[in-house]
């Protein structure tokens, strides 16, 4: 088998098996297409003959090629999984990337607005036209789930249960979220009097474009960018600042943290438990700047 060969089952594995994000799918097999280029560019190699040594001489190079501390453990987090699949599968008698370290990096505590951003950035679309309907339910419903923008743009509408309140992510970790009743009528709305003047004849997808057909993640992105313009937020807001504050939100209020792992569809606790003490760290910055005898 040729190394696209192996490239085309992991990702099949990654779908399928790990039920990956698309956005995982798409970085590790885009790390191991890059290593697997490397291998013919200097030894022509296959997988099957990689040895611990082919792949530390590929994390030199990618550190000299001056690759983030960040982007180099997520590639060797993607060798693990990849040539572990293929030790299970019984193409290699173990996984040359087992003992490979990860690279250590400072973490970047995750940015989050304040109440009263998030109000006003949510009061910015008006409700009076196709577009501004819609608009007006994408950040509802994003801040309300906390979701992922690549989940958010694969919505159907069969996904959304406005009776019950529920909507059904099925990208990545499949999984049901609550959303609150503010968002449930910009939903509501939106299906009633923009969505059908929008959508193309048999688009099953929850929101689309003006052309009628999904909404993709590069056009959310564009319609957060001018929202966040109107309502003069002096912030760089991207969709994954609303999944942070929509964390940080819930713990301040009290939401525990394993609810709150099972509505981001964290995989691990831990990952989870940044937003804990990020919430902590901005108490303290607040108290040491309010007590008057701090």
């Not at 995982?24 to 697997?36: E, G, L, N, P, V």
């Not at 530390?56 to 993607?78: D, M, Q, V, W, Y």
């Not at 501004?132 to 950040?139: I, P, S, V």
């Amino acid at each position: 088998m040729v190394n696209s060969n192996y490239i085309d089952d992991y990702k099949s594995y990654l779908t399928k098996e790990r039920c990956a994000s698309v956005n995982t799918i798409s970085a590790y097999i885009r790390d191991i297409t890059k290593f697997s280029d490397y291998l013919l560019e200097s030894d022509k190699i296959t997988f099957t003959e990689v040895q611990p040594s082919d792949i530390n001489r590929f994390i030199s190079h990618l550190s000299e090629s001056g690759k983030s501390p960040a982007t180099i453990t997520r590639c060797i987090a993607s060798l693990k999984v990849f040539f572990g699949r293929l030790a299970d599968a019984g193409s290699l008698e173990q996984n040359p990337a087992a003992g490979i370290a990860a690279v250590s990096a400072p973490k970047k505590a995750p940015r989050f607005l304040s109440g009263d951003d998030i109000i006003h950035l949510l009061e910015q679309p008006v409700a009076c036209d196709p577009k501004g309907f819609r608009d007006k339910a994408m950040l509802e419903t994003l801040y309300a789930t906390g979701i992922r923008v690549s989940e958010l743009t694969s919505l159907d509408l069969s996904d959304v249960n406005l009776e019950t309140g529920l909507i059904t992510c099925r990208n990545g970790r499949n999984r049901i979220i609550p959303i609150y009743a503010t968002a449930v009528k910009a939903i509501s709305d939106y299906i009633e009097y923009s969505r059908p003047k929008l959508a193309s004849d048999g688009e099953c997808a929850l929101f689309v474009n003006t052309t009628g057909a999904r909404m993709s993640r590069q056009g959310f992105w564009k319609v957060l960018k001018s929202y966040t313009e109107k309502a003069q937020i002096n912030e760089d807001i991207t969709p994954q600042m609303l999944r942070h504050s929509f964390a940080a939100h819930l713990l301040e209020n009290g939401a525990d943290l394993r609810s709150l792992q099972e509505m981001l569809g964290h995989a691990d606790i831990s990952s989870t438990q940044v937003y804990a003490r990020a919430v902590k760290n901005q108490l303290k910055d607040v108290y040491h700047r309010a007590h008057p005898r701090a």
